[in-house]
Structure formats: structure tokens, C-alpha cells
């Protein structure tokens, strides 16, 4: 297979690092020769009107509209086949992932390819540094960033304040 990449990211919060992100593709697809399609526009809006209030649900709807986003770029590209980069971390949720993308795959008339990335994760790690990439630290939404700094035990039962 030939890669091809698509950069599509609404769930990324703040901006900047949003910004931060858009500028590691860029500069990776620059060394490795990737071609990559990017998306324009930041939809942050309409990311957090489809996950707000969702609770736990709200990973799933990530990744419908991120997933649907890809889908139809592929076929709009010519591609008969797709997958995601999601599959690559051990923290996301790769069962609902590959069932959401094979939903999106069939309404889009294409295939969906999976395989599990993660073991290629520690040499991912290492190589990224080496070429001094960024490395997130948090998936990117507003509740993931939420949840990197702001500890379980702190929050009260109901996850809304802070227990003194």
C-alpha cells in the first residue's frame, strides 16, 4: 500500500495546540514523503454540540465524525480503502473505533483496513523524539485535557467539583 494521510482534528482543544498538531503533520509528511489532505476550518463547535453532555458516550461521537470525515475524503480521493491512525495508541478505544469505521466505510462504498498499530507504539515513541516531533499528551479534546491535570481523586462523586 501507498499511504496517504488526512488531517482532520475538530476535537482538538485549545487551538493552539490544535495549531501545534497541524504543524507536526506537516513537518512530518515533509521528511517521509507523505502526501497528505488536509481539512480546512477548525470545527470546534460542532464538535462540542455532538459530545456535550455525553459523558463516557462522547469518545464514540469523536470518532463518528472524525471517522465520516475520512471515509468520504477517501472516496472523494479515489481510494477504495481507508484506516486511522487512531488505531496506533494503546489508550484509544480500538474495539468501537473499527466498528464505527466499518459503518462509515460501507456508507462511504469503500473498505475499511484494520490492524492493530499498537505494537509498533515504543518504537514510535523513540523515533518521534529522535526527530524532535511534538508529542501530544492528552487525545486533544477539552475533557481529555481536563482529565490529564485535574486528578480523579480530586473531583467529587459526581465528577462536577473539587473535594477540599
Known amino acids: 500500500m501507498d499511504p496517504f494521510g488526512?488531517?482532520?482534528?475538530?476535537?482538538?482543544h485549545p487551538f493552539m495546540e490544535y495549531k501545534r498538531r497541524l504543524d507536526t503533520v506537516k513537518d512530518f509528511s515533509l521528511r517521509a514523503g507523505l502526501e497528505v489532505r488536509y481539512?480546512?476550518?477548525y470545527d470546534l463547535d460542532e464538535f462540542l454540540a455532538?459530545?456535550?453532555?455525553?459523558?463516557?458516550?462522547?469518545?464514540?461521537?469523536?470518532?463518528?465524525?472524525?471517522?465520516?470525515?475520512?471515509?468520504?475524503?477517501?472516496?472523494?480521493l479515489g481510494?477504495?480503502?481507508y484506516t486511522t491512525s487512531l488505531l496506533y495508541s494503546k489508550y484509544q478505544k480500538h474495539d468501537l473505533i473499527k466498528?464505527?469505521?466499518?459503518?462509515m466505510a460501507s456508507d462511504h462504498g469503500i473498505e475499511f483496513y484494520y490492524e492493530d498499530f499498537r505494537r509498533g507504539w515504543r518504537e514510535g515513541i523513540m523515533e518521534s523524539k529522535a526527530m524532535g516531533l511534538y508529542r501530544q499528551q492528552y487525545c486533544g479534546c477539552i475533557y481529555s485535557e481536563r482529565d490529564r491535570y485535574w486528578k480523579a481523586g480530586e473531583r467529587d462523586t459526581k465528577g462536577k467539583g473539587t473535594v477540599r
Do not use: H
Open 99 to 103: 466498528g464505527i469505521a466499518e459503518e
Open 39 to 41: 481539512r480546512d476550518g
Open 50 to 76: 455532538r459530545v456535550a453532555g455525553r459523558g463516557s458516550l462522547r469518545c464514540e461521537q469523536c470518532y463518528r465524525m472524525r471517522l465520516d470525515a475520512a471515509g468520504a475524503a477517501a472516496r472523494e
Open 79 to 81: 481510494f477504495t480503502v
Open 6 to 12: 488526512y488531517f482532520y482534528n475538530p476535537n482538538i
